[in-house]
């Protein structure tokens, strides 16, 4: 009993130092569970980031692909518009010319060099004019487009949001890591500790039983020592499940069943029969009294019966 009283008293300080030990826990199949649990609710905190990572990646590409089809600038404005100065210089122009020809017309003849010189002029002049006159200036304002710049403002929220996505989704991963390891470090300890409590139940039932024993002995001991016989039980005694009775109770029960019995079979002989026996039956069923009744007898040699009585009423 004292070597099982030591083996008890060590395996509960070694469960002690398990439950106190950094490290160990009192439950630990309770902080498996509470690790997974947490495990679960980070892994799916992971698949969300890492799909919305993948929309945010898809559509990035979708507005690079529009950036690239969409222009930078747009025409905002268009005006047209004749050169006034260039009109002027040109109709002073050709008024001189047609001043200059008038002069030498006066003095030469049409024909002459310098006549048909100012001629010429004049006519590239007015055609200078018409050209000027069929050809406007245009004057054509640009402006930024604001697809392009939406298109672009949406690409660079989408890059910082890529950035920060792929960041959580690596924190999320590591933590999901790391409850993972716990998980698995607490399996452990949950065999460590299921071992740890095995063995103190184990030694705490071999202390019991010596215990008895010892108990037992010290009482055959004393017995011994009185001189009392020592009695041991083999077997506790128990109650029956079905009453014993005696032969007397089934005796009388059976005296009290063919009274009842019988009572009953005279009864229903009695009210079954309907013959008459006694001349007062026959007045009572028929109403009339009974002067007389002559009892007659007829043997009969063939077959030797006797027929009851006749009786006869008035």
């Not at 060099?113 to 007015?126: D, K, M, S, Y």
């Not at 004057?139 to 930024?144: E, S």
């Not at 998980?183 to 071992?195: I, P, T």
């Not at 499940?241 to 019995?261: D, E, H, N, Q, T």
Request: charged share 30%; net charge neutral; aromatic share 6%.
């Amino acid at each position: 009993m004292e070597q099982y009283r030591k083996e008890l008293e060590k395996a509960e300080a070694a469960l002690e130092d398990f439950s106190q030990r950094k490290g160990g826990a009192i439950s630990p199949a309770t902080q498996r569970e509470a690790l997974l649990q947490k495990q679960n609710e980070f892994n799916a905190i992971l698949q969300q980031t890492r799909s919305a990572t993948a929309e945010t990646r898809e559509r990035i590409r979708t507005l690079e692909k529009e950036s690239q089809s969409t222009a930078l600038r747009v025409t905002t404005q268009i005006r047209s518009a004749d050169n006034p100065q260039l009109l002027q210089d040109l109709k002073a122009t050709l008024l001189k010319l047609q001043l200059k020809r008038t002069e030498l017309l006066a003095k030469y003849q049409p024909t002459y060099p310098l006549v048909q010189e100012e001629e010429q002029e004049i006519a590239n002049t007015r055609e200078a004019i018409a050209s000027a006159e069929s050809s406007p200036l245009r004057d054509q304002t640009t402006d930024v487009n604001p697809t392009r710049q939406w298109i672009e403002s949406e690409m660079a929220k989408a890059k910082t949001e890529l950035r920060s996505l792929e960041s959580r989704a690596n924190n999320m991963a590591s933590i999901v890591e790391n409850y993972d390891r716990d998980a698995h470090y607490m399996d452990d300890q949950q065999l460590r500790y299921g071992d740890l409590v095995r063995n103190a139940k184990s030694a705490e039932e071999n202390y019991q039983l010596y215990v008895r024993k010892r108990e037992e002995a010290r009482i055959s001991n004393a017995l011994n020592e009185r001189g009392i016989l020592n009695v041991t039980v083999i077997e506790p005694a128990t109650y029956p499940y079905m009453p014993k009775r005696s032969g007397a109770f089934y005796l009388l029960g059976g005296l009290i069943l063919a009274i009842i019995v019988t009572s009953g079979l005279l009864f229903t002989l009695e009210h079954v029969d309907n013959t008459f026996r006694t001349p007062r039956d026959l007045g009572r069923f028929v109403q009339v009294p009974v002067l007389a009744a002559v009892p007659l007898e007829h043997w009969q040699s063939s077959a030797g019966q006797r027929k009851p009585f006749k009786e006869f009423n008035e």
